[in-house]
């Protein structure tokens, strides 16, 4: 698959985000820039709360966001009937420096950025004989990453171990085993849902 007009626009933005990135691959602090603060999309104050574990080299997450989210965005998120909060649990390497650059973007600019590499996992992730390396820094620079923080993302050896940590701890903790995996109100349902057994499940949720 490639990348869509309507991603490269979100990406991209109005403006130059250069400036946004300054110094955020290798911060560390407690701002919502921090590549260790939480990525979610949908309001904090949603009654349903689903945490998403997801690798970005998942074939069934690339469904899930493919397919199920643009129902799952405009009909639940939206309208403030849930909050998705997002957990890499990465397959390979690759799926790795993926999801260390995307948290080293400007918190706003990640989930354009998950949603542009779940619609073109062909292009950056299964092409034969591809650098990984490059392919990956390809959407980077379209979300306005300068080279030297996406070097320094790769680099960012805390990061990563934050990463392979919350996947460690999802294994023990949640009994998360496969992707994508959602606990939706701290009940675990594996698997890349379809939009009507999704959101019966918030609305099951919501009920609760």
């Keep these: 698959m490639q990348i869509s007009r309507r991603s490269i626009l979100q990406l991209v933005g109005a403006v130059s985000l250069t400036s946004a990135f300054s110094g955020l691959a290798l911060a560390d602090d407690a701002g919502p820039n921090s590549p260790f603060a939480q990525r979610s999309v949908g309001s ?29 965005k405009p009909k639940l998120i939206d309208t403030g009937k849930l ?3 997002y957990k890499d649990f990465p397959l390979d390497q690759v799926a790795l420096m993926a999801a260390q650059v995307a948290r080293s973007l400007p ?22 004989g591809i650098n990984y390396t490059e392919s990956i820094y390809k959407y980077a620079a379209l979300a306005g990453m300068p080279r030297a ?9 805390k ?23 959602f606990i939706i109100n701290g009940t675990l349902y594996p698997g890349a849902l379809e939009y009507p057994d999704f959101a019966a499940l918030v609305t099951k949720a919501a009920a609760a």
């Design 44 to 72: 904090p104050e949603a009654k349903v709360k689903a945490i998403e574990y997801f690798s970005l080299t998942c074939t069934h997450c690339a469904h899930f966001a493919t397919v199920t989210m643009p129902q799952v």
């Design 83 to 85: 909050q998705i909060i």
């Design 107 to 128: 918190a706003d600019q990640y989930y354009p950025f998950i949603e542009a590499l779940f619609a073109s996992q062909d292009d950056w992730a299964f092409t034969p």
């Design 149 to 157: 923080d996406y070097n320094a993302a790769l680099a960012n050896n």
């Design 159 to 181: 990061l990563q171990q934050f990463i392979l940590d919350g996947q460690q701890e999802a294994e023990k903790m949640h009994n998360v085993s496969s992707t994508p995996s």
